[in-house]
């Protein structure tokens, strides 16, 4: 399924057109075109930002590391960034530079989710997940020409400001140097294969054994359903342990277990909905690395709306504006009520065994007493062989573009209602 970072679409735009904004207002006053620092770009302390992997010396024959198919030893060169913050970090103006010149800047509007992830290749057309930094849009390249014999360094500073530096010389054929332990800005560069947990020689926007930094919980499909529960929700994400515990619905205190639910693949969990009262909430994951919250993914409605249930009435939209009834809007063509909806679909147990308030506890409880739904056992989307064991992976954060707001939960589900009434339309 397609996974969405709903809010990230909205920060991003924000955060652009916020940048820019301030460069027009220094350049109004006649000042550099550097944005406020205090307002809109901080500056960033040396760590936060660091370099956790540098490849300088791609295999001619087995190095595609950009995975756009072209086997090149400058292309598939690559510098990994890591932001070692618990909170995002806006690097628009970083720069990264060799012992030649500067190489890359980090364009305006720039922001690595913590704990997250940025690369830059040396060139090509760069093609894959690259843990998660496809997805937030941290895939960048420049041309490096990081050296293969001669020593060479990677500096990244933010103004005159070093964050961070590494030197290296004679970089084994094909092995990327990595620092250790992995995601450590104070650990030593060494061979990415001398790592403990790694797979290969190389991993650009990934830990060295292949999971993303961070984990997250993107989505669910459907966004929507019945108070009374029962919908198999998809809850698309990154960095699922094999280890799942339980699948919490939440608000404000109020907390449902999800009576069935079972990881399809460390990007993919699948939950039966619990009774809860109407309205938006909170989808927590948690499983034996600790829970991953993701604000606001699914709402709880009394009924599915009609098709003109989207808007309250005379809500500011001229109604029955002369036109005749049904003129040219196809009404309920030929559709079966609720055909666009999987509404038990006659997958995953309906209301297992739950007693009419069960679904609402004041307190958090890891073990919901139901065992895991027995499906048949699909395929992974990932490999997880080769894992070390649980780190602790960095918290949830909520100004992460997957962390909405509770406040912003209404807001969401109205568009949920109203989009849904188009789409059924
Ligand atoms: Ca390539
Ligand atoms: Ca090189
Ligand atoms: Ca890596």
Redo the contacts with the bound molecule.
Sequence with gaps: MTSRPKNRAWELPLARLAFAAALLAGLACGEKAEPDLGTMRRALGPGELFINEVH???DAVSGDTNGDGVLS??QD?FVELVNATSSPLEVSGVSLSDATSSRFTFPPGAVIPAGEAAVVF?GGAPRGDFGNAARFGLVFTAS?????STPDHVVIQQGAVELDRVEFANPADGISLNRNPDGDPAGALVAHDTVPGAVGGYSPGARVDGRPFARHLFGADPEIGLTSGGVAVEISGSGFSEGLLAVHFKRQGAIAASPGFQRRSSSLVVAVAPPFTEGPVDLEVVDDEGSIVGAGLFTYVTSFPSPDAGLPPDAGLPRDAGLPPDAGLPRDAGLPPDAGLPRDAGVLPHDAGLEPDAGVAPEPELDSGFPPIDLPEPELDEPDAGRRPAAPAPAPDGALGCSAGGAGGWGFGLLALFGLGRRRR
């Design positions: 300088a010396n791609p030893e400058n060169e040396g490096l020409g990081l050296n293969n």
